[in-house]
T-cell receptor, first 110, second 112 residues
Framework: DAKTTQPNSMESNEEEPVHLPCNHS???????IHWYRQLPSQGPEYVIH???SNVNNRMASLAIAEDRKSSTLILHRATLRDAAVYYC???????????FGKGTKLTVNP | DTAVSQTPKYLVTQMGNDKSIKCEQN?????MYWYKQDSKKFLKIMFS???????INETVPNRFSPKSPDKAHLNLHINSLELGDSAVYFC???????????FGQGTRLTVV
């Protein structure tokens, strides 16, 4: 499984944008980039995913570098409820597995 | 109207016992999973079922046996519990094996 690298932790202030980076230099052409988050004492929650183009949904935006070796999850206005561990995952096309790494623990300050 | 529900939420048991964790999803999904989150917070897939058939079994000891009586349920039975089995177990489901997964709230298993 291709590996991702994320910072262990990040801090943000409420109502400010947050950019969560992820490096995946060994990504292959069939790997999808998935983001999940896990709020304290809860199960993981799907955030967004993409292959090559940038993606937007009601929760976040995903910006994918042209060479696909990195991506950034963008929370446009952080709220206290966005405090969670954010996981960047490469999922091979046709694979059933989500392989979770350590993720980035996001702290949102009031 | 919880989408993926697990019972019990907490389970404390002695070493050597046999226990089951139940999982039900009301989303009409074809694929269900069990994940384990250990004390270091790493999440690892254990099993995946698609249309009641096992499609992933990730080097899990055979003391762990999943059972899928129908597409909406995937139960996890654990025999001869060991201290190292203490973890949070998450059930999840997805419309197909390749789409976004919806997770339950987890079952915290403590073996004493």
């Amino acid at each position: 499984d291709a590996k991702t690298t994320q910072p262990n932790s990040m801090e943000s202030n409420e109502e400010e944008p947050v950019h969560l980076p992820c490096n995946h230099s060994t990504i292959s052409g069939t790997d999808y980039i998935h983001w999940y988050r896990q709020l304290p004492s809860q199960g993981p929650e799907y955030v967004i995913h993409g292959l090559t183009s940038n993606v937007n949904n009601r929760m976040a935006s995903l910006a994918i570098a042209e060479d696909r070796k990195s991506s950034t999850l963008i929370l446009h206005r952080a709220t206290l409820r966005d405090a969670a561990v954010y996981y960047c995952i490469l999922r091979k096309g046709g694979s059933e597995k989500l392989v979770f790494g350590k993720g980035t623990k996001l702290t949102v300050n009031p | 109207d919880t989408a993926v529900s697990q019972t019990p939420k907490y389970l404390v048991t002695q070493m050597g016992n046999d226990k089951s964790i139940k999982c039900e999803q009301n989303l009409g999904h074809d694929t269900m999973y069990w994940y384990k989150q250990d004390s270091k917070k790493f999440l690892k897939i254990m099993f995946s079922y698609n249309n009641k058939e096992l499609i992933i079994n990730e080097t899990v000891p055979n003391r762990f046996s999943p059972k899928s009586p129908d597409k909406a349920h995937l139960n996890l039975h654990i025999n001869s519990l060991e201290l190292g089995d203490s973890a949070v177990y998450f059930c999840a489901s997805s419309p197909s094996p390749y789409t976004e997964a919806f997770f339950g709230q987890g079952t915290r298993l403590t073996v004493v």
